[in-house]
């Protein structure tokens, strides 16, 4: 049997560790990151060029089944994958990590929609750690900015007062309080990915009565099968074997 797993997350590594040797792994990684960690098993690094170069992948590497264990918030990505895997008949399932509760957040629909929030709540030192594509949006807000990533962004789509920090996870709490007391941060800007590596800013901010400021997650595609877990997508992979 052969999968082909679109990962880049814990939970997509978990899951090739699970099924190898088992199960003939082909892990896809977007390589965006450099030096990224790799999975147990095969590895191609790379987009596919849209649903037409993923419907060719597939034709060209046949597989008994396709993955979605991407970053909730890769929407394009699952978006092909649940289109082509449709129209090819391929079985097709998303792991989707539980998203973080959202009690007492600011919830925003987009990045755009968080930057007016800055704006609304004259936030004047805030904590991003929502990704590089997220900065264009904070690029003409009246604030310092303290922004986590782990690849450096452009400059021309930096805030004009900020600092930059490269850094990558996982994070602790009493370093996470450390960094928001440190810094003086007043508002913490991030995206629901959930999951533990970086959950500790929340609790953090909670501790410490900071406001956060929470981009919702993009829907999955109607019609998708998903689970939550790493062990409930070893089930679906052994059902498939009957």
């Known amino acids: 049997m052969r999968i082909l797993l679109l990962g880049g997350t814990g939970e997509a590594r978990a899951l ?8 003939g792994v082909i892990s896809s990684l977007a390589g965006r990151v450099p030096d990224p960690a790799l999975p147990v098993g095969d590895v191609r690094i ?16 046949p597989v008994d089944a396709v993955i979605d264990a991407t970053h909730p918030f890769a929407a394009t990505m699952t978006a092909t994958a649940a289109q082509v895997c449709a129209d090819t008949g391929v079985p097709h399932l998303v792991l989707v990590r539980p998203a973080w509760p959202t009690d007492g957040a600011i919830v925003v629909r987009s990045d755009r929609d968080a930057a007016r929030a800055v704006r609304e709540h004259r936030f004047t030192r805030v904590f991003v750690t929502s990704g590089r594509s997220s900065l264009p949006a904070f690029t003409d807000v009246d604030a310092w900015f303290l922004i986590r990533v782990v690849t450096p962004p452009e400059q021309r789509v930096l805030p004009r007062r900020h600092e930059l920090l490269l850094s990558r996870g996982p994070y ?6 450390n960094l928001l007391r440190h810094h003086r941060i007043d ?20 501790e410490l009565n900071i406001p ?3 981009v919702d997650r993009p829907a999955l595609p109607p019609g998708v099968t998903t689970v939550s877990t790493v062990a409930e997508a070893v089930d679906w992979v052994s059902s498939l074997r009957g």
């Open 46 to 61: 790379g987009g596919f060029g849209g649903p037409q170069g993923l419907r060719r992948w597939l034709s060209e590497n």
């Open 187 to 206: 508002a913490l800007v991030t995206k629901n990915s959930g999951g533990r590596m970086t959950r500790a800013k929340l609790d953090a901010a909670a």
């Open 172 to 177: 602790h709490l009493e370093g996470e309080r």
């Open 16 to 23: 090739a560790a699970r099924l190898h040797p088992d199960v």
């Open 212 to 214: 956060v400021i929470m």
